[in-house]
């Protein structure tokens, strides 16, 4: 970009925000009524357990124990992590014509994955020990486009 393009470019820019300048007037619950938005989109970049992906030594578990005729078993998830991006979650307040309000939460419009689950799944009575008898693993990788939503109603 040429230095003699720069300040033409700021001066367009100043010359059309002068709108959000303009004089803030309080509206009546009537008026907020009539107001229609689409929510807030959120995108999600997570990464759990970066290490498991450059081939690291990590021992990460979630556990729940079971007891049953005095024994405990637990059911162990063993290094969960991996990368996840969603794009994108959208969170909308919605009004129903009767006046009954809803939350709407859209699935993921895109979601890619890359070696994102649990490396181990195993059932024991010792959750610290090394899973001796694992049941498999859930890895995801690749990328899908997802449609729908979720609706969520006060009780």
Same mark, same amino acid.
């Given at each position: 970009? *040429?230095? =003699? ?5 700021? *001066?367009?820019?100043?010359? $059309?925000?002068? @709108? ?20 807030? %989109?959120? /995108? ?12 690291? %030594? ?8 079971? =007891?049953?005729?005095?024994? *405990? *078993? ?6 969960? @992590? ?42 024991? $009575? ?10 498999? %693993? ?5 990328? /899908? $486009?997802? $449609? ?8």
């Amino acid at each position: 970009m *040429t230095p =003699t393009l720069r300040p033409l470019i700021a *001066t367009l820019l100043a010359l $059309t925000s002068v @709108g959000a300048l303009a004089e803030k007037k309080p509206l009546s619950d009537d008026e907020l009524r009539g107001v229609q938005g689409h929510g807030v %989109a959120i /995108a999600v970049h997570l990464v759990l357990n970066s290490g498991l992906l450059s081939g690291q %030594a990590v021992d990460s578990r979630i556990s729940a124990g079971f =007891t049953v005729d005095g024994v *405990t *078993t637990y059911a162990i998830a063993q290094n969960f @992590g991996g990368v996840l991006d969603l794009f994108s979650v959208a969170i909308d307040p919605r009004i129903k014509p009767d006046g009954s309000g809803y939350l709407a939460i859209s699935l993921p419009g895109y979601l890619q994955a890359q070696e994102f689950g649990v490396r181990a799944i195993g059932v024991q $009575t010792d959750a610290a020990a090394p899973i001796s008898s694992s049941l498999g %693993a859930v890895l995801l990788n690749g990328s /899908a $486009t997802l $449609t729908g939503q979720l609706n969520l109603w006060a009780r």
